[in-house]
């Protein structure tokens, strides 16, 4: 199994930080505060289930300042080399998911809650103890900084024991143990409350056979009972048949009655209506005689009001016109005022042009360049480079001189620097002779180049002057340009301008020729108003008979219907009355056939019926409560018999247990805890021991004694000595420690292990051997023990496991 990368989002300090493992020793490395911790620790959260309140008090510090999520993920390869990718975030809601590579791409395994997902990653690490993953990582596989030496520094051996028996998963037997004993004493109680329960339902299930004769008895009269109820229901059934056709018979009668009344009063109502219907139609035949005499003047009317929207019509077109021209003349006057105005703007234009070009063209003359100067400036390049090598020149001067003066004074007594012995240049005059006439050459040299370069920084500096008057000059020169060009720019707009007013004269000769238009068309409706007033007095002229026209319309339009109507009525008033003369026929058969007299007394024969049924009903119903109540308290009384029987099974297998949990505990439980942590501290000793002597160099024996305490023991004058607790040093301890975490982590098949800062507490040699015990664990070297994981994960910052490590990741 190995992890091959983790991504880390906004978790603590890492806002996304993603890492890539080799396999083998992968150390971390860097400043205290960059976060490897925090490595260690988002891998215990996203693989192994750790709550972060194991990390922080608050899960939200466990999330980057001023972010609301955060999310990790890790990738890794099982044994059978397929990769998965297991992810967890940080925050509400938390989602921890496990996914399977598939076609370059992985995929979320479908489950159904946390404890799914922790049952597979168990079965894929290979971590399937009863333990949890998280306890597993807490306790041995990555165990936090200021955990790392706890369990074994506790000083109470008791307590001591009890962690290192819950981290080998071995304190499950003594807790069994220890538990068993309440487990006897619950079936010992349970016996005794068994055994006190019986004797109560002994005395009540005395009256069981009491019970039963009762119950016999009260059966009989119910059936009795129920017997005479059957008997005296038949009757009162038969008599409510012969009650119901009598009832129909009256009924009959006396919906025939009702009927017989209605039809007479619609009867009458008919009557009405008819009446009603006949003076309808002789209104509807007078309107019909006023509509033949208006016809002729509501068809004037119409034609009058036809005529008069046609011209008002006309109306509104005339007036569009009037508009039209209005605005035609408004446009006129106005494209005349402005042919006046711009005609006045373009003279005033072109006057301001000429004389503003008058003035550029004084200002031009005003700045013409001076010959002299211009030359002078001309030669300033020539005059710069002169100046710069007499400049030269002095300065060689100036050296040739120093070194002269270092020479006149070593040579001052003519003994040669180099040979110890007179000097032969000088052997005939004197040294003094000698440098005298070179410090008054090289003096005069030096004045005329003084003077020469004094001459030419004057020259410098008034052909610079002229330089920069030309260069004022020629800045003037391009704003006279400028401004030339600009009133160019000015003068052809100007003309462009004038040249428009040719078409604005046109567009205002169209303007005028479309009023005159306008004005012609406007004479053809002169007498509109005039025919208009014609139209309107014939309109009037008409209008009574169009409003008797209108006023009878409806009705004379309903002549037809209302005809109709009447003859319906008249029809319909017929059925009526041959209706009512067969219902009064059928009245007088049925009033023969119902006598009123039996019916009322047959009716009283009823509900002496009804009163006999109701007695025995309530006789049967109280019959039968007695006899369901004692069927009840029989069945009960059963029961309780029945229970006590199980009562007495439950006695003689609470007895059975008994037995077993004496065996379980004095044969069993009692020993076998101790027997298993011995076998383990023998194991783990016996790995922990060639780890150990690697690590120290030393002669010394490292065993993990009873109660798992740490013991070392080495040879003093011939003797054994036994070392433990505060014998130790830090540095022995920590060595022992590393030693023995490493034999666990062995023995329990983890694959994989994580060590935060494994070195502290130790010396430059015990680091550099841990170091190559790592390395020798890795390879299987050195015969400390065979090859039994494949990743290992270390925080250092020490040098010495650089030469053994596969990767260092250095974090900043």
């Given at each position: 199994?190995?992890?091959?990368?983790?991504?880390?989002?906004?978790?603590?300090?890492?806002?996304?930080?993603?890492?890539?493992?080799?396999?083998?020793?992968?150390?971390?490395?860097?400043?205290?505060?960059?976060?490897?911790?925090?490595?260690?620790?988002?891998?215990?959260?996203?693989?192994?289930?750790?709550?972060?309140?194991?990390?922080?008090?608050?899960?939200?510090?466990?999330?980057?300042?001023?972010?609301?999520?955060?999310?990790?993920?890790?990738?890794?390869?099982?044994?059978?080399?397929?990769?998965?990718?297991?992810?967890?975030?940080?925050?509400?809601?938390?989602?921890?998911?496990?996914?399977?590579?598939?076609?370059?791409?992985?995929?979320?395994?479908?489950?159904?809650?946390?404890?799914?997902?922790?049952?597979?990653?168990?079965?894929?690490?290979?971590?399937?103890?009863?333990?949890?993953?998280?306890?597993?990582?807490?306790?041995?596989?990555?165990?936090?900084?200021?955990?790392?030496?706890?369990?074994?520094?506790?000083?109470?051996?008791?307590?001591?024991?009890?962690?290192?028996?819950?981290?080998?998963?071995?304190?499950?037997?003594?807790?069994?143990?220890?538990?068993?004993?309440?487990?006897?004493?619950?079936?010992?109680?349970?016996?005794?409350?068994?055994?006190?329960?019986?004797?109560?339902?002994?005395?009540?299930?005395?009256?069981?056979?009491?019970?039963?004769?009762?119950?016999?008895?009260?059966?009989?009269?119910?059936?009795?009972?129920?017997?005479?109820?059957?008997?005296?229901?038949?009757?009162?059934?038969?008599?409510?048949?012969?009650?119901?056709?009598?009832?129909?018979?009256?009924?009959?009668?006396?919906?025939?009655?009702?009927?017989?009344?209605?039809?007479?009063?619609?009867?009458?109502?008919?009557?009405?209506?008819?009446?009603?219907?006949?003076?309808?139609?002789g209104e509807a035949k007078k309107a019909h005689k006023v509509i033949?005499?208006?016809?002729?003047?509501?068809?004037?009317?119409?034609?009058?009001?036809?005529?008069?929207?046609?011209?008002?019509?006309?109306?509104?077109?005339?007036?569009?016109?009037?508009?039209?021209?209005?605005?035609?003349?408004?446009?006129?006057?106005?494209?005349?005022?402005?042919?006046?105005?711009?005609?006045?703007?373009?003279?005033?234009?072109?006057?301001?042009?000429?004389?503003?070009?008058?003035?550029?063209?004084?200002?031009?003359?005003?700045?013409?360049?001076?010959?002299?100067?211009?030359?002078?400036?001309?030669?300033?390049?020539?005059?710069?480079?002169?100046?710069?090598?007499?400049?030269?020149?002095?300065?060689?001067?100036?050296?040739?001189?120093?070194?002269?003066?270092?020479?006149?004074?070593?040579?001052?007594?003519?003994?040669?620097?180099?040979?110890?012995?007179?000097?032969?240049?000088?052997?005939?005059?004197?040294?003094?002779?000698?440098?005298?006439?070179?410090?008054?050459?090289?003096?005069?040299?030096?004045?005329?180049?003084?003077?020469?370069?004094?001459?030419?920084?004057?020259?410098?500096?008034?052909?610079?002057?002229?330089?920069?008057?030309?260069?004022?000059?020629?800045?003037?020169?391009?704003?006279?340009?400028?401004?030339?060009?600009?009133?160019?720019?000015?003068?052809?707009?100007?003309?462009?301008?004038?040249?428009?007013?040719?078409?604005?004269?046109?567009?205002?000769?169209?303007?005028?020729?479309?009023l005159d238009e306008k004005q012609s068309l406007l004479e053809t409706?002169?007498?509109?108003?005039?025919?208009?007033?014609?139209?309107?007095?014939?309109?009037?002229?008409?209008?009574?008979?169009?409003?008797?026209?209108?006023?009878?319309?409806?009705?004379?339009?309903?002549?037809?219907?209302?005809?109709?109507?009447?003859?319906?009525?008249?029809?319909?008033?017929?059925?009526?009355?041959?209706?009512?003369?067969?219902?009064?026929?059928?009245?007088?058969?049925?009033?023969?056939?119902?006598?009123?007299?039996?019916?009322?007394?047959?009716?009283?024969?009823?509900?002496?019926?009804?009163?006999?049924?109701?007695a025995l009903g309530q006789k049967v119903k109280g019959l039968t409560?007695?006899?369901?109540?004692?069927?009840?308290?029989?069945?009960?009384?059963?029961?309780?018999?029945?229970?006590?029987?199980?009562?007495?099974?439950?006695?003689?297998?609470?007895?059975?247990?008994?037995?077993?949990?004496?065996?379980?505990?004095?044969?069993?439980?009692?020993?076998?805890?101790?027997?298993?942590?011995?076998?383990?501290?023998?194991?783990?000793?016996?790995?922990?021991?060639?780890?150990?002597?690697?690590?120290?160099?030393?002669?010394?024996?490292?065993?993990?004694?009873?109660?798992?305490?740490?013991?070392?023991?080495?040879?003093?004058?011939?003797?054994?000595?036994?070392?433990?607790?505060?014998?130790?040093?830090?540095?022995?301890?920590?060595?022992?420690?590393?030693?023995?975490?490493?034999?666990?982590?062995?023995?329990?098949?983890?694959?994989?292990?994580?060590?935060?800062?494994?070195?502290?507490?130790?010396?430059?040699?015990?680091?550099?051997?841990?170091?190559?015990?790592?390395?020798?664990?890795?390879?299987?070297?050195?015969?400390?023990?065979?090859?039994?994981?494949?990743?290992?994960?270390?925080?250092?910052?020490?040098?010495?496991?650089?030469?053994?490590?596969?990767?260092?990741?250095?974090?900043?």
């Amino acid at each position: 199994m190995q992890i091959l990368s983790i991504h880390l989002k906004n978790i603590k300090s890492h806002r996304d930080t993603e890492l890539t493992f080799s396999p083998g020793i992968n150390v971390l490395s860097g400043p205290n505060g960059v976060g490897k911790s925090t490595i260690f620790e988002a891998i215990g959260y996203a693989m192994f289930g750790v709550d972060a309140q194991s990390f922080v008090g608050n899960v939200e510090r466990f999330i980057s300042i001023g972010a609301k999520r955060g999310e990790i993920a890790v990738v890794f390869e099982v044994a059978d080399g397929e990769h998965f990718k297991v992810s967890r975030t940080v925050g509400t809601p938390s989602k921890w998911l496990l996914a399977e590579e598939s076609g370059g791409a992985f995929e979320v395994e479908e489950h159904k809650d946390g404890k799914e997902t922790e049952a597979r990653l168990k079965e894929l690490l290979g971590l399937n103890s009863g333990r949890s993953l998280a306890e597993q990582f807490e306790l041995v596989i990555g165990p936090f900084q200021n955990e790392f030496l706890g369990p074994f520094v506790i000083k109470q051996p008791t307590k001591r024991r009890d962690k290192f028996d819950e981290i080998l998963g071995i304190d499950t037997w003594r807790k069994t143990f220890n538990e068993t004993k309440v487990l006897a004493s619950a079936i010992k109680a349970k016996v005794d409350s068994l055994e006190s329960a019986i004797g109560p339902l002994q005395d009540q299930v005395a009256e069981l056979p009491a019970k039963k004769d009762e119950h016999k008895t009260a059966k009989k009269d119910l059936e009795q009972a129920e017997t005479e109820l059957a008997a005296q229901q038949k009757q009162l059934k038969d008599l409510e048949l012969l009650l119901l056709s009598i009832d129909r018979r009256e009924k009959d009668l006396k919906e025939l009655e009702k009927e017989i009344e209605a039809l007479k009063e619609r009867i009458t109502n008919g009557n009405e209506m008819i009446g009603k219907q006949k003076l309808l139609v002789g209104e509807a035949k007078k309107a019909h005689k006023v509509i033949e005499e208006t016809t002729p003047g509501k068809k004037a009317y119409e034609q009058a009001e036809t005529r008069l929207s046609e011209l008002r019509e006309q109306v509104k077109v005339q007036r569009k016109l009037e508009q039209e021209a209005a605005e035609h003349k408004t446009q006129v006057g106005k494209l005349g005022e402005r042919f006046k105005v711009e005609s006045q703007s373009i003279e005033q234009t072109r006057k301001e042009l000429a004389a503003e070009e008058k003035t550029l063209a004084d200002s031009r003359k005003a700045l013409s360049l001076d010959a002299e100067q211009k030359a002078l400036s001309d030669r300033l390049p020539e005059i710069r480079v002169n100046l710069e090598w007499v400049r030269k020149q002095l300065g060689q001067l100036e050296g040739r001189r120093a070194g002269l003066q270092e020479g006149s004074e070593k040579l001052a007594e003519g003994v040669c620097p180099f040979f110890q012995e007179p000097c032969l240049n000088i052997a005939e005059r004197p040294p003094g002779d000698v440098f005298t006439a070179k410090f008054s050459e090289l003096d005069q040299e030096r004045q005329r180049l003084h003077e020469q370069v004094q001459r030419l920084e004057q020259e410098e500096k008034s052909a610079s002057q002229a330089s920069d008057q030309i260069k004022a000059v020629a800045v003037k020169l391009e704003g006279l340009d400028a401004q030339m060009k600009s009133l160019d720019n000015r003068r052809n707009a100007n003309e462009l301008k004038a040249e428009g007013l040719g078409e604005l004269q046109k567009e205002q000769a169209a303007v005028q020729q479309q009023l005159d238009e306008k004005q012609s068309l406007l004479e053809t409706y002169n007498r509109l108003q005039a025919d208009i007033e014609k139209e309107e007095q014939e309109k009037a002229r008409h209008q009574e008979a169009r409003d008797r026209f209108v006023a009878n319309q409806q009705q004379a339009a309903e002549l037809d219907q209302r005809r109709t109507d009447l003859d319906k009525f008249e029809k319909h008033l017929k059925q009526l009355q041959e209706g009512l003369v067969e219902k009064e026929e059928t009245s007088r058969k049925l009033c023969k056939e119902y006598d009123a007299a039996e019916h009322e007394k047959l009716r009283q024969q009823k509900n002496d019926l009804w009163g006999g049924v109701n007695a025995l009903g309530q006789k049967v119903k109280g019959l039968t409560a007695d006899v369901s109540r004692l069927s009840a308290e029989v069945d009960k009384l059963s029961q309780i018999e029945k229970d006590i029987a199980d009562k007495k099974e439950q006695i003689k297998g609470y007895k059975e247990k008994d037995e077993l949990v004496k065996f379980l505990r004095n044969r069993v439980f009692r020993n076998v805890s101790g027997y298993l942590s011995e076998r383990f501290r023998e194991e783990i000793s016996h790995r922990a021991n060639r780890i150990y002597r690697i690590i120290s160099e030393v002669d010394e024996e490292l065993a993990w004694g009873e109660n798992y305490q740490i013991v070392l023991r080495d040879m003093v004058d011939g003797e054994l000595r036994e070392r433990a607790d505060d014998q130790l040093s830090g540095g022995q301890t920590m060595s022992a420690v590393v030693a023995l975490r490493l034999a666990m982590l062995q023995t329990i098949g983890a694959r994989i292990a994580f060590f935060d800062e494994p070195t502290s507490n130790l010396d430059v040699t015990r680091r550099e051997n841990l170091a190559h015990a790592f390395r020798a664990i890795d390879v299987g070297k050195e015969e400390v023990t065979e090859h039994w994981y494949d990743q290992l994960f270390l925080i250092s910052h020490d040098v010495a496991f650089t030469e053994i490590t596969d990767q260092i990741l250095t974090l900043d």
